[in-house]
């Protein structure tokens, strides 16, 4: 099951946070000029992926088209200067195809409240796709250190509240501990094993990479330990499963808040998509990670 989209993300406030950037382009301005290039960064690509889902025509796969568009927010009317028309009319599979290369060709510019929402949604159309593998390899090089043009942005700040990128690191390291237990529990040769095997080493790395960020923004990196509590220790391939489903479950919820840090957002994004493929092979299909009602 989906989390439900942290209190400050509601839809009441995510489409406040859309309105707000459409009034900045209308002559209002609010912040810092870094955050108004920000939210106006979000703003075109939430209303693309809008335009891009209220373009498809045929009846294929409407639930998932409904939960993707209560997810993502409406696209906006014609009256809305610079924002953009739907475009010509889609089949559903080439709007999933439209989505992913749309997201992963912006995630550069985004970082910020929207971003894991519209990031999410990329991935979720990712997985709906019938020849996925391509979208998992593009999600796969993402780069870990961000991009060039990063040195030029301020640099991001988490303010007192705990920091994401490190609680982020800790949920990756123990993931990496949990996925030991399962791959234990899981028969010999079975891909069960080679999957929570390779959860090890990839999450381990995930972590590794959150603390190179952590340093280079002379923020606290997070300690790896010997050993981490975890929800139940597996006995067979089904508990196995279930944990497995459950440390994905909490890398997921720990990527959420990193997606406000510009420069973690390309590797926030690999990792959201290897999480939730990895949750797809134990059993454990969602569309969408960030998903709740409107507030």
């Given at each position: 099951?989906?989390?439900?989209r942290?209190?400050?993300?509601?839809?009441?406030?995510?489409?406040?946070?859309?309105?707000?950037?459409?009034?900045?382009?209308?002559?209002?301005?609010?912040?810092?000029p870094?955050?108004r290039?920000?939210?106006e960064?979000?703003?075109?690509s939430?209303?693309?992926?809008a335009?891009?889902?209220?373009?498809?025509?045929?009846?294929?796969?409407e639930?998932?088209?409904s939960?993707?568009t209560?997810?993502?927010?409406?696209?906006?009317?014609s009256?809305?200067?610079?924002?953009?028309?739907i475009?010509?009319?889609?089949?559903?599979?080439?709007?999933?195809?439209?989505?992913?290369d749309?997201?992963?060709r912006?995630?550069?510019?985004?970082?910020?409240?929207?971003?894991?929402i519209?990031?999410?949604?990329?991935?979720?159309?990712?997985?709906?796709l019938?020849?996925?593998?391509?979208a998992?390899q593009?999600?796969a090089?993402?780069?870990?250190?961000g991009?060039p043009?990063?040195?030029?942005?301020?640099?991001?700040?988490?303010?007192?509240?705990?920091?994401?990128?490190h609680?982020f690191?800790?949920?990756?390291?123990?993931?990496s501990?949990?996925?030991?237990?399962?791959?234990?529990?899981?028969?010999?040769?079975?891909r069960?094993r080679?999957?929570a095997?390779?959860r090890?080493e990839?999450?381990?790395?995930?972590a590794?990479?959150?603390?190179t960020?952590?340093?280079?923004?002379q923020?606290?990196?997070a300690?790896?330990?010997p050993?981490w509590?975890?929800?139940?220790n597996?006995?067979?391939?089904?508990?196995?499963?279930?944990?497995a489903?459950?440390?994905?479950?909490?890398?997921?919820a720990?990527?959420?808040g990193?997606?406000?840090?510009?420069?973690?957002?390309?590797?926030?994004?690999?990792?959201?998509?290897a999480s939730?493929?990895?949750?797809?092979?134990?059993?454990?299909?969602?569309?969408?990670?960030?998903?709740?009602e409107?507030?």
């Amino acid at each position: 099951m989906a989390y439900s989209r942290p209190k400050h993300t509601s839809r009441r406030a995510f489409l406040l946070l859309s309105a707000t950037a459409a009034l900045s382009g209308c002559g209002l301005r609010f912040g810092s000029p870094e955050d108004r290039i920000q939210a106006e960064a979000e703003e075109s690509s939430r209303g693309r992926i809008a335009a891009v889902l209220a373009s498809i025509n045929d009846d294929d796969h409407e639930e998932e088209r409904s939960r993707l568009t209560a997810a993502i927010g409406p696209p906006w009317t014609s009256d809305n200067s610079g924002f953009p028309e739907i475009p010509p009319q889609n089949t559903f599979v080439s709007a999933m195809y439209s989505i992913v290369d749309l997201v992963l060709r912006d995630i550069h510019t985004l970082g910020g409240p929207q971003t894991a929402i519209i990031v999410d949604v990329a991935v979720g159309a990712s997985n709906l796709l019938p020849n996925w593998k391509p979208a998992q390899q593009r999600f796969a090089q993402l780069p870990a250190q961000g991009y060039p043009d990063f040195a030029d942005r301020k640099p991001y700040s988490p303010g007192d509240d705990a920091d994401p990128l490190h609680e982020f690191a800790k949920a990756a390291f123990k993931a990496s501990y949990g996925y030991t237990k399962v791959a234990l529990a899981m028969k010999p040769d079975s891909r069960e094993r080679r999957a929570a095997t390779a959860r090890v080493e990839a999450l381990a790395n995930a972590a590794a990479d959150a603390n190179t960020l952590l340093k280079q923004g002379q923020r606290e990196e997070a300690a790896n330990r010997p050993a981490w509590n975890l929800p139940h220790n597996p006995s067979d391939p089904g508990s196995a499963k279930k944990l497995a489903q459950q440390l994905e479950d909490t890398v997921a919820a720990a990527l959420f808040g990193v997606f406000e840090d510009p420069a973690a957002v390309p590797l926030a994004g690999r990792e959201l998509k290897a999480s939730a493929d990895a949750r797809i092979g134990f059993g454990g299909r969602q569309l969408l990670r960030y998903e709740g009602e409107a507030q």
